[in-house]
């Protein structure tokens, strides 16, 4: 084997061990989340629990709100500017999104608080829930942190950490809390937030250790390099893109649960979340890709940025294999593990892994899109999936129940990998 083969062989596993990582770290995750979300039900009995998951619910989508889409572009950001040698540049980005997130999510955070005795009386109708709410303001700020310092980590070309402090570490500190002896409603809510400080600061403690890093440093590209955007700019429409990404799967469940019976809700949703599976590994090596496609993208690299979109893709494609291969062929064997009565889903899981399939086959292009500042073109269509999402929705789960949503979940899973892949290949035919 020659020199050149041999580099190109180490490259290789080099990047795959990259992509493991990645994936271990959201394996972290799911086992956390598994087990807060199992015990939490458990200790906390279908009455608290109830009010557990409201403010999940909460938390995520006013996190994400305040987070304004700041958290994607300080990663495009970050790593562009690192780049080319503009250590300044990429140390204003970061403290810029970081105090932008810090604001809105303390007005967020405040406002929740302030309203959280209004908003459950008149908007959910259980004065009951009040007090969770205003302890569930309490970690906002702090879950809005966590994700913004994960994806500055993820920049840095950090994404292994980046997944652990943004995903992985708050859920596993919470669990570890409640296996200390929380017991109460309020104990689990004051450890979610502590955890979500804790894991902030992990991060933020990564960060600062690599401060060296911003200083500009001579480069080549030194004053060729385009120009990149006010940092608002790249986050306006990015803010929009994750937040109807955050609520795009509710959909489907919601309306089934509006015209279905129970057991098909539940059917649904454990099916829905076994199919996002493929998601996850997509997610993981996506993170990992990020900051190198903006890098390659503003150094004008465009082979080496067609090379490493065409590895994330097959490295996405092996990896998701295994998963699509059970979903096609052992869906009721599959949910039948989940315990017994969730084999009514199977139809339902095989649907929604032909979606899955499609999102395989095309991952991340709507990362590519971001990472080189077409964030305006993928929102709009993020928005065109949400106008299809809900006229599928209206049509077929009246009539169609669990099997209308997992056509509506399909549609749009397959819609967003199409649609950002075309748009690669006419917006950047390079780069694809």
Known sequence: MSAAQLRSAMGLINTYGIYLAAMMAR?????????????GARILGVHDSGYFFLCLTWVGVFATV??????????????AELAIGKGRAARHALLTGGVAVLVIGLVVSLITGALSEPIATRLFRDPEAARPLFLAAFI??????????????????????????????????????????????????????????????????????????FVDTPSDMDGTAEQLPALWRTAMPLAVVETVQILL?????????????????????????????????????????APSFAARHRQGQWDALRQLN????????????????????????????????????????????????????????????????????????????????????????????????AIATAVFASQLAIGSALAVMRTMPRAF
């Not at 305040?66 to 790593?79: I, K, L, N, P």
């Not at 593990?337 to 199977?346: D, Q």
Request: hydrophobic residues 60%; proline residues 4%.
């Open 66 to 79: 305040s987070r304004g889409g700041f958290e994607r572009a300080v990663v495009r950001h970050v790593a």
């Open 140 to 213: 906002i700020l702090p879950q809005a942190m966590c994700y913004f310092v994960g994806n500055a980590l993820m920049g840095l070309h950090k994404s292994a950490w980046g997944q652990l402090v943004q995903n992985g570490l708050w859920p596993c500190f919470t669990l570890a809390a409640l296996l200390a002896g929380v017991q109460s409603l309020d104990g689990v809510l004051i450890a979610l937030a502590v955890a979500n400080v804790a894991a902030a600061l992990i991060g933020l403690v990564l960060v600062w250790r690599d401060r060296h890093r």
């Open 310 to 405: 065409r590895k994330v893709r097959l490295a996405i494609a092996v990896f998701s294999a295994p998963l699509l291969v059970g979903m096609f062929f052992f869906p009721a064997m599959i949910l039948h593990l989940v315990g017994p009565g969730f084999e009514i889903a199977a139809t339902a899981l095989v649907i929604l892994a032909v979606g899955q399939l499609v999102y395989a086959l095309l991952p991340c292009q709507e990362i590519v899109l971001a990472m080189a500042g077409h964030g305006g073109l993928l929102r709009w269509l993020t928005v065109a999936q949400t106008v299809v999402c809900l006229i599928l929705c209206v049509l077929l789960i009246p009539s169609f129940g669990m099997i209308g949503a």
């Open 27 to 39: 394996g972290l995750e799911l086992v956390g989340k598994l087990g807060l979300y199992v015990l």
């Open 249 to 289: 799967p509710s959909l489907p469940v919601l309306l089934l649960a509006t015209f279905g019976q129970p057991a098909q809700v539940g059917a649904f949703s454990v099916a829905s979340r076994i199919s996002m599976l493929t998601w996850v590994v997509s997610a993981s090596i996506g993170s990992v890709a």
